[in-house]
């Protein structure tokens, strides 16, 4: 079994969630930034069935299949977080999924 998230009081954990469209079951596309924008969506979507925003994030974790593509997925990332962004992590993904470029985790707190 598999959670995409879960809620524990005041805290929400969302599993490391790839940029798969939801919609279609495939790959949002092939480049960093595509892929890390769908996998942002897909976290939102998480965060918002749990009754929470982006803006409640607290801590966000980056898989990267390549680590030189740090530059592409930091500039979408740099766009869903443009002020007062949470603590983030960044680190090699240690498992090999195909054509899957970055997987994105992320806690988040509500009062």
């Known amino acids: ?17 790839v940029g798969i469209d939801v919609t279609t079951g ?13 996998a942002l969506t897909n976290c939102e979507a998480v965060l918002q069935v749990a009754g929470a ?6 801590e966000v974790g980056v898989l990267l299949t390549n680590p ?6 930091n500039d979408e990332y740099a766009t869903w977080f443009p002020n007062e962004p949470p603590t983030r992590y960044v680190a090699k993904l240690g498992v090999e999924i195909p054509d899957v470029l970055v997987s994105i985790r992320m806690t988040a707190f509500v009062a």
């Open 53 to 58: 925003t982006l803006e409640d994030v607290v």
């Open 26 to 38: 495939n790959l949002a596309g092939s480049t960093i930034q595509e892929q890390t924008r769908q």
């Open 1 to 17: 079994m598999f959670s995409q998230g879960v809620k524990a009081g005041g805290h929400i954990h969302v599993s490391g969630l």
């Open 68 to 73: 030189t593509d740090f530059a592409g997925m």
